[in-house]
T-cell receptor
């Protein structure tokens, strides 16, 4: 079945620096790749998503890149701020319909 | 617009009991998904409903069940609770109808089984 691997599990960066989180998927038929941010005590919140017919998408300080050949996609956060501290999850559609398969999550720590 | 509402926020039960969790989706959203989140297993898909029909079910035992009502509100039930059922149960709604795109999550129900 579909598998999504996410690295690193923890990422600590200096405020103002960039952060990159990478995910690899197994199902070459996957065509939609979202990224979610989860803050303590809350449910995941969609921050950006990309379809397989697009190589890159940006939204202010956040960008996602997709490499279909290598089957990986990455989240890029520039000019990190304290409010970026959270757990970030990548996901991809599962082999069965109507479900997402999730990466294990990356805890992003922004050091002041 | 109100977000996804899950009740109760916290639950403490003992082994062998059963529990019902409730989810009210965003108005107009007809797709409701349920996920279990644990530190060890991460986010695992439970089931997805659209217009009162269960379209998919994850790899969970039959003790886990759910339903969706005509107003799109959804409930999930866990019978004969086990210690391993302790988790955060998340509900998500979507307007796209795909069950995977543009999910809006509630804050979850934290279930502790003693």
């Amino acid at each position: 079945g579909e598998n999504v691997e996410q690295h690193p599990s923890t990422l600590s960066v200096q405020e103002g620096d960039s952060a990159v989180i990478k995910c690899t998927y197994s199902d070459s038929a996957s065509n939609y790749f979202p990224w979610y941010k989860q803050e303590l005590g809350k449910g995941p919140q969609l921050i950006i998503d990309i379809r397989s017919n697009v190589g890159e998408k940006k939204d202010q300080r956040i960008a996602v890149t997709l490499n279909k050949t290598a089957k990986h996609f990455s989240l890029h956060i520039t000019e990190t701020q304290p409010e970026d501290s959270a757990v970030y999850f990548c996901a991809a559609p599962g082999g069965s319909n109507y479900q997402l398969i999730w990466g294990a999550g990356t805890k992003l720590i922004i050091k002041p | 617009k109100a977000g996804v509402t899950q009740t109760p926020r916290y639950l403490i039960k003992t082994r062998g009991q059963q529990v019902t969790l409730s989810c009210s989706p965003i108005s107009g959203h007809r797709s409701v998904s349920w996920y279990q989140q644990t530190p060890g297993q991460g986010l695992q898909f439970l089931f997805e409903y659209f217009s009162e029909t269960q379209r998919n079910k994850g790899n969970f035992p039959g003790r886990f069940s759910g339903r969706q009502f005509s107003n799109s509100r959804s409930e999930m039930n866990v019978s004969t609770l086990e210690l391993g059922d302790s988790a955060l149960y998340l509900c998500a709604s979507s307007s796209t109808g795909t069950g995977v795109e543009k999910l809006f999550f509630g804050s979850g129900t934290q279930l502790s089984v003693l």
